[in-house]
T-cell receptor, first 114, second 112 residues
Framework: EAQVTQNPRYLITVTGKKLTVTCSQNMNHEYMSWYRQDPGLGLRQIYYSMNVEVTDKGDVPEGYKVSRKEKRNFPLILESPSPNQTSLYFC?????????????FGSGTRLTVV | KNQVEQSPQSLIILEGKNCTLQ??????????LRWYKQDTGRGPVSLTI?????NTKSNGRYTATLDADTKQSSLHITASQLSDSASYICVVSARNNNDMRFGAGTRLTVKP
């Protein structure tokens, strides 16, 4: 089944403790992206990647890092989480070919930083 | 700044009724517009995609319209079901295809 898999689904951590949210897709998509979703604000892009070893900042990159060492994986790293990073996070992937059906989203990771 | 505005913010309807959700955008140059359905706590799932030349597209009980001149889109849901309760998100792409702008969504609740 074509899918984007995020782990963990739920995470509670303390301020300053480094964490990684994993994202993996099995569709051979070139493009992968991380979003955070907060009430009333919709989805905001954190980082995206057009291909292996190519990453770029989205609209809200501060406090986050990403890497794209393999095509299928795009982990999101919070080196020193803070409470304002409490949010619902989504990973998404898509083909770069025009006319495709858009993003496939993961099921989300609900992060709470206390 | 490219923006996508959706209305209403939330909507409650009775099962079996129809409803229409609105999306206005300023994204330019326009490439395509997608409507996504997002169940609570889940990732968004694509319902329709429309390009500049298309002004209506249906997916079962969902019908999307696009007026590229006025930069407006609507999503019409016919004969609503309880399972239609979700957030509906309008996403507009600029012509480089990966600059996607998300609306804040409309939260639809269908009551029995």
């Amino acid at each position: 089944e074509a899918q984007v898999t995020q782990n963990p689904r739920y995470l509670i951590t303390v301020t300053g403790k480094k964490l990684t949210v994993t994202c993996s897709q099995n569709m051979n998509h070139e493009y992968m992206s991380w979003y955070r979703q907060d009430p009333g604000l919709g989805l905001r892009q954190i980082y995206y990647s057009m291909n292996v070893e190519v990453t770029d900042k989205g609209d809200v990159p501060e406090g986050y890092k990403v890497s794209r060492k393999e095509k299928r994986n795009f982990p999101l790293i919070l080196e020193s989480p803070s409470p304002n990073q409490t949010s619902l996070y989504f990973c998404a992937s898509s083909s770069l070919a025009l006319g495709t059906d858009g993003y496939t989203f993961g099921s989300g990771t609900r992060l709470t930083v206390v | 700044k490219n923006q996508v505005e959706q209305s209403p913010q939330s909507l409650i309807i009775l099962e079996g009724k129809n409803c229409t959700l609105q999306c206005n955008y300023t994204v330019s140059p326009f490439s395509n517009l997608r409507w996504y359905k997002q169940d609570t706590g889940r990732g968004p799932v694509s319902l329709t995609i429309m390009t500049f030349s298309e002004n209506t597209k249906s997916n079962g009980r969902y019908t999307a319209t696009l007026d590229a001149d006025t930069k407006q889109s609507s999503l019409h849901i016919t004969a609503s079901q309880l399972s239609d309760s979700a957030s509906y998100i309008c996403v507009v792409s600029a012509r480089n295809n990966n600059d996607m702008r998300f609306g804040a969504g409309t939260r639809l609740t269908v009551k029995p």
